[in-house]
């Protein structure tokens, strides 16, 4: 399979960037694809955070853009699965400390090992967005169902075009089912009507992924995790597999089978 | 001989005695040289008499005007109408001002994207919150208008705003500033059309 460099954005802070590159790394190195995600968010790094391999971090991505280590040498194998990997991003430097073109090489250096390169990209539209996307192949754009994040998320997919980058997919985060019915908060639809660009996935509010985030632990190796679940249906999609797109009606499937494991209990 | 009036903040110049396109040229350049206090954005009108003037000529003209930062609002002349007279005065568009400069853009027009264009603009697409369409002309959007959309951006007001569904954030039309109105969500399933009336922009069903 020819390798794909795909970069996680989102323009907006806070909407999941790294827990969407952290979780889908992890989906995507449990259908034995070998994957590397790439931490750009320089001078504010997370992802090693999210993932539980902080405390394994010697080198990072400007130590290899400079030449003071091997590539091979800061890429952190992931203790749970032998196909992942991460690459860590520097926390004492800031975003100058790379350019887009060192960016491009190390993405292509990495194609040859790898059939997934993630790139967690940081918020904004500076110098280090510039640089997550200059190797990339394919854009995910990741966005909340809130104005803000729609309106931030339309500028991010006007740069990806302007930038080559015309074949964008977005992923709508922390919907909430029930607020949606209510018509408090915005509906699929309504986000994709504006953004007009194809949807990738769906993943449901979860308060299991602060849980597992605040563990070092993806949400994707619970069984019971809603948005673990919605993550591993995204790296199917990603490796090629047809898979139904979530709807509204999953939530009421989901309470209904609550409300039949409560009875089960209760009998 | 030629003259430079000043009429209610529009200049008009009249060239229609000289008897060459050259000598013309030259004499518009002489009067804006000597009299170089106009404010940027003036709109002029000149006075060709019977002379037909190319559309190459037309841009000549307009480049002149351009380099002293004037805006041709209009060529006045005796002579014989350049474009064919419109048969049918009727529909919408009837009282459109003509532009010569269309430009048609194939695509969604995201945040933080900007368009300009002296004359039309038409948009295949999208216009979304955070973007802004300006034309000197009209334009016309054929999907959602959510952003903003300046037309008649050098003050004409007979400039028209028009899109399958209006919905902007804000709408200028020559000088006038208008947003729909706070707390009030209205759905119009149809194409609509902004236009100044007696003096405001008033929106109004696209009748085709």
């Given at each position: 399979m020819k390798s794909r460099v795909i970069v996680i954005t989102s323009g907006?802070?806070?909407?999941?960037k790294t827990t969407t590159t952290a979780n889908l790394g992890t989906a995507l190195a449990m259908t034995d694809s070998k994957v590397v995600m790439i931490d750009t968010d320089i001078g504010l790094r997370n992802l090693d955070v999210v993932l539980g391999l902080?405390?394994?971090?010697?080198?990072d991505i400007v130590d290899v853009v400079n030449g003071n280590c091997k590539l091979k040498q800061a890429l952190i194998k992931d203790k749970r699965f032998d196909g992942l990997h991460l690459l860590p991003a520097a926390q004492?430097?800031?975003?100058?400390?790379?350019t887009p073109h060192q960016m491009k090489n190390l993405t292509n250096e990495l194609r040859k090992d790898f059939d997934f390169i993630l790139v967690d990209c940081p918020a904004g539209i500076e110098q280090g967005f510039r640089n997550a996307i200059a190797g990339a192949d394919d854009a995910i754009v990741v966005c909340t169902p809130e104005v803000s994040s729609v309106r931030d998320a339309d500028r991010i997919i006007g740069l990806l075009e302007a930038s080559g980058l015309k074949n964008a997919r977005l992923i709508i985060n922390r919907l909430r089912g029930k607020m949606v019915k209510r018509g408090d908060m915005m509906d699929i639809d309504d986000i994709i009507d504006i953004l007009s660009i194809d949807l990738l996935g769906v993943v449901p509010e979860d308060e299991s992924i602060v849980v597992s985030t605040n563990r070092g632990?993806?949400?994707?190796?619970?069984?019971?995790s809603r948005a673990g679940g919605a993550y591993r249906r995204i790296a199917r999609r990603l490796v090629g597999e047809k898979v139904p797109m979530y709807s509204l009606d999953d939530d009421n499937n989901n309470l209904m089978d609550k409300f039949r494991k409560m009875l089960k209990l209760a009998r | 001989m030629s003259t430079i009036l000043n009429k209610s903040g529009e200049l008009h110049i009249d060239?229609?005695?000289?008897?060459s396109f050259s000598e013309m040229k030259h004499e518009l350049e002489q009067r804006l040289e000597s009299s170089k206090q106009f404010a940027p954005g003036t709109q002029v009108r000149v006075h060709v008499g019977d002379r037909h003037l190319s559309s190459k000529q037309v841009r000549e003209i307009e480049d002149i005007l351009l380099d002293y930062?004037?805006?041709?609002r209009d060529l006045m002349g005796n002579?014989?109408?350049?474009e064919e007279a419109?048969?049918?005065?009727?529909?919408?568009?009837?009282s459109m001002p003509h532009y010569d400069r269309t430009i048609l853009i194939c695509r969604h027009l995201r945040s933080g994207q900007k368009l300009f264009s002296e004359g039309n603009i038409v948009v295949l697409g999208d216009v979304n919150p955070g973007a802004d369409v300006i034309a000197g002309g009209n334009i016309l959007v054929?999907?959602?208008?959510r952003g903003m959309a300046h037309a008649?951006?050098?003050?004409?007001?007979s400039a028209v705003i028009s899109a399958y569904r209006l919905s902007p954030t804000q709408l200028r039309i020559a000088n006038h500033i208008t947003r729909p109105p706070d707390g009030e969500v209205i759905v119009v399933e149809s194409p609509e059309l902004a236009r100044i009336r007696a003096g405001k922009v008033v929106i109004e069903k696209l009748k085709i």
């Open positions: 907006k802070g806070g909407v999941g902080e405390n394994r971090i010697v080198f004492t430097k800031d975003k100058t400390a790379i632990e993806p949400a994707v190796l619970e069984t019971a | 060239l229609s005695t000289l008897r930062g004037l805006h041709l002579g014989p109408p350049d419109d048969p049918e005065k009727e529909g919408p568009f009837y054929m999907g959602s208008l008649g951006a050098f003050g004409d007001e």
